[in-house]
């Protein structure tokens, strides 16, 4: 039986205020976090699309920066390359250089996966941090208070592509994920994870995004061919902060609100 959905999507003009409309979203949900129970937990994904964000997230000239609960925040990722640190594919490496270089974060509040180490190990390292993270023992799921998507041009997210293995995964926590259409390893959370967490996003940007888009959200359930389709929050919500561009081939939003789209 599948869970009734409510998708909100709101809209920005262009991809600048994307980034701002993100970067506050991020803001308010780890600062209520960190005041509701002490620690803002949160898994980021990596790509092109959310670099911007970051870099408003980090600018000592901007209010997020000062708005950030830094001191309480624990940063996980939800997907990377099988690459090492320093590979300019890395994820760990983007959110270093727009995020982790401007920020008071410490060592151990930041949740890398390792990417240098064989597919395999790398998932079960993370699955073992992940474990001991949230003090989740041999059995239970993380429960994030954010999980940031994005969505590739395939209707891949996280990494969690096209007929791959890793959209049948209901154990683990995260896994190595081969992807023949890239001829790689990637690790990423699982969707038991990530369909636990309190809050879900999409941060999709650009007119590449439009047509995959429109067939995730209004096209027919084909979650092998559209894992995007497989996000669904237990919370019964799923948000999608997009610009103008992306959103080009979804109904219109009133100036200002958010377009709403149901999934039985
Ligand atoms: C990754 C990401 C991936 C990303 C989408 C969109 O490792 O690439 O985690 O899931 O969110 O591919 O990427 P862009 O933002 O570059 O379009």
Known sequence: MSRKLDILYSVAADGAELAARAADYIAERATAAATAHGRARIAISGGSTPKATFALLGDSTQPWRRAMPWDRLDLWWVDERCVPPDDRDSNYRMTREALLDRVPLQLEQIHRMRGELEPAEGASKYEAELREGFALGNTGIPHFDLVQLGMGPDGHTASLFPHTAALHETRSLAVANHVSAKDAWR???????????????????????????????????????????????????????????????????????MGTIARI
């Open 187 to 257: 690790i990423t959370l699982t969707l038991p994870v990530i369909n636990r967490a309190a809050d879900v996003f999409f941060l999709i940007s650009g007119k590449d995004k439009a047509q995959i888009l429109k067939e995730v959200l209004l096209g027919t359930h084909d979650p092998e061919r559209l894992p995007s389709q497989l996000i669904a929050p237990q919370n019964g919500i799923l948000t999608l902060l997009l610009d103008r561009a992306a959103a080009a081939l979804l109904p219109e939003t009133g100036k200002g609100s």
